[in-house]
Every structure is written in C-alpha cells, then in structure tokens.
C-alpha cells in the first residue's frame, strides 16, 4: 500500500478549519455570554435556517448545563484535532 503526500494546499486548508475550531472553543471558554447570546439570538431569529431549532432551544434553558456540557465536548474536540494537525503536518512533511 502506498501513501501519497497531502498537497500544501490540503494541508492549509485544513489548518484553517482547525483556527475556526480553535477559535469558536476560545469564545465558549474566554466570552462564554456572548458566545451563548450571540448562538441563542441566531436560534431565535425569524425566520429559521435551522430544521432542529426547538431542539436546541430547549437544550439552551438551562444555561449552566449547557455552558458545562459544551466545555466538555470542547476539550474532547481540542484533543482531537490537534492530533488530527500534528498528523496531516507529519504526512505532509515526511
């Protein structure tokens, strides 16, 4: 089985999604109200984009649990996308 290199381009691309990722995590964590108003007004604004809006709305009720259950899936997805960085960088290097 033969690997290919990803292109530069892949690779940075990549990277810029992972800085969206890092960037929303930096909000929830660091402007943790804006960060909550800002995805509560756009859940709420007429008329929806969202097909599952009741949904999240009621997940959003309760403030503390949100923010907290947030927080974690956070942490889980920081780790697996560095992880998933420092892989593409490797494949692309070697």
Request: aromatic share 22%; no cysteine; glycine share 2%.
């Amino acid at each position: 089985m033969t690997l290919t290199q990803p292109t530069f381009g892949f690779v940075l691309v990549f990277l810029f999604f992972s800085l969206l990722f890092f960037r929303n995590t930096y909000e929830l964590w660091f402007k943790t109200d804006a960060y909550y108003q800002d995805i509560y007004t756009s859940l709420t604004r007429e008329p929806s984009i969202y097909p599952f809006r009741k949904f999240f709305l009621k997940r959003m009720e309760n403030k503390e649990r949100w923010v907290r259950w947030q927080r974690i899936f956070s942490v889980l997805g920081l780790m697996a996308v560095i992880a998933a960085d420092v892989l593409v960088v490797l494949a692309y290097i070697q």
